[in-house]
């Protein structure tokens, strides 16, 4: 288990415990994602951790793949799933790299609170082009950290995750995310900032 599983794993009771911060921002996502949805949409949602997003989603579309590093996240999003009664979410505990989806296969992709702690970030954004069919639709919401001066807290990264109170945790630009989106061949169709300093990038971008 690497140091990022880890993290996870010990935070997924108290994540899954902590209400959500901006509730009329997190509503304001899943309308605009829900907007793009129909019910014949395969959807694939990589760092799902425990679930809510998925679970919203899941009664608008045939299936959603949701994949996380945490197994801890996994069992309480497979448990608030069949609370639910959702049967249409397969949760696989994985990366997106592992997952290996089939080449344009799926109608959405979601990767929300998670492009800022991966460190391969451009290979993960060709990969996700990479299983969106044609026009397919790539949902992201993503701190940056870059433009503010939290971006002083990168060198205390690799003591507070040595020390297992950070997660790993990537400095980035909104310039460098919106290239690097761009870069993987998408076209961003929606952007918007909000959060502290406006430093979360909510974006809604299709492959071309
Ligand atoms: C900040 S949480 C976000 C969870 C959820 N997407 C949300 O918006 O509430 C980050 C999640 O990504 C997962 N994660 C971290 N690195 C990952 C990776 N390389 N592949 C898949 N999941 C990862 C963590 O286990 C955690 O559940």
């Keep these: 288990m690497n140091i990022s599983e880890k993290f996870w794993d ?8 902590s209400p959500i911060s901006d509730e009329e921002t997190y509503k304001r996502k899943l309308t605009e994602t829900q907007s793009l949805l129909n019910p014949t949409m395969r959807l694939l949602e990589f760092g799902c951790g425990t679930g809510t997003t998925a679970i919203h989603h899941a009664p608008h579309v045939l299936h959603i793949d949701a994949i996380d590093i945490s197994e801890n996240m996994l ?4 448990e608030k799933a069949s609370n639910a009664n959702i049967e249409n979410i397969t949760f696989t505990h994985s990366t997106l790299t592992e997952f290996n989806a089939d080449t344009a296969s799926l109608d959405a992709v979601l990767g929300l609170n998670i492009l800022h702690l991966l460190p391969e970030r451009q290979s993960i954004l060709t990969e996700v082009a990479r299983i969106l069919k044609p026009g397919g639709i790539f949902v992201s919401s993503t701190v940056c950290l870059g433009d503010s001066l939290f ?3 990168k060198p205390i990264v690799p003591l507070g995750k040595l020390l297992g109170i950070m997660p790993d945790v990537y400095v980035l630009r909104k310039s460098e995310l ?5 870069n993987a061949g998408f076209a961003i169709e929606r952007q918007w900032y909000h959060g502290m300093k406006g430093m979360v990038v909510f974006m809604i971008a299709r492959k071309l």
């Design 10 to 17: 010990k935070k997924a009771e108290s994540y899954a415990k």
């Design 75 to 78: 069992d309480i999003a497979r």
């Design 151 to 153: 971006r002083f807290i």
């Design 178 to 182: 919106v290239s690097e989106v761009q």
